[in-house]
Nanobody
Framework: QVQLVESGGGLVQAGGSLRLSCAAS????????MGWFRQAPGKEREFVAA????????YYADSVKGRFTISRDNAKNTVYLQMNSLKPEDTAVYYC?????????????????WGQGTQVTVSS
């Protein structure tokens, strides 16, 4: 069992930056592939970024590639999402997720544990 707690969301103007954090507790953090997903009102949850157990493998949705960076610090049991050049269409609840497998996946159904989410609002 893994518990995930996100933080760092908020209100920012278009073009601004935010850094989300997700603190994990429970089982060994480095055993998990970690992902970030988001869900806007009236839309399905969508993949944003994922990172392998050691941090050597990363994947991004095309919509955030070049603007967002996922990273992890296994010593601190934390995964981060640095979001730059934010756009109003990035507005959503952002969720951290953990997958107890080696292979990185980009589908929400492939993740075993989820945080409660943090709201990100980008004003135009």
């Amino acid at each position: 069992q893994v518990q995930l707690v996100e933080s760092g969301g908020g209100l920012v103007q278009a073009g601004g930056s935010l850094r989300l954090s997700c603190a994990a507790s429970g089982r060994t953090f480095s055993d998990y592939v970690m992902g970030w997903f988001r869900q806007a009102p009236g839309k399905e949850r969508e993949f944003v970024a994922a990172i392998g157990q050691t941090g050597g493998t990363t994947y991004y949705a095309d919509s955030v590639k070049g603007r967002f960076t996922i990273s992890r610090d296994n010593a601190k049991n934390t995964v981060y999402l640095q979001m730059n050049s934010l756009k109003p269409e990035d507005t959503a609840v952002y969720y951290c997720a953990a997958r107890w497998r080696i292979v990185v996946r980009t589908t929400a159904a492939d993740y075993d544990y989820w945080g409660q989410g943090t709201q990100v609002t980008v004003s135009s």
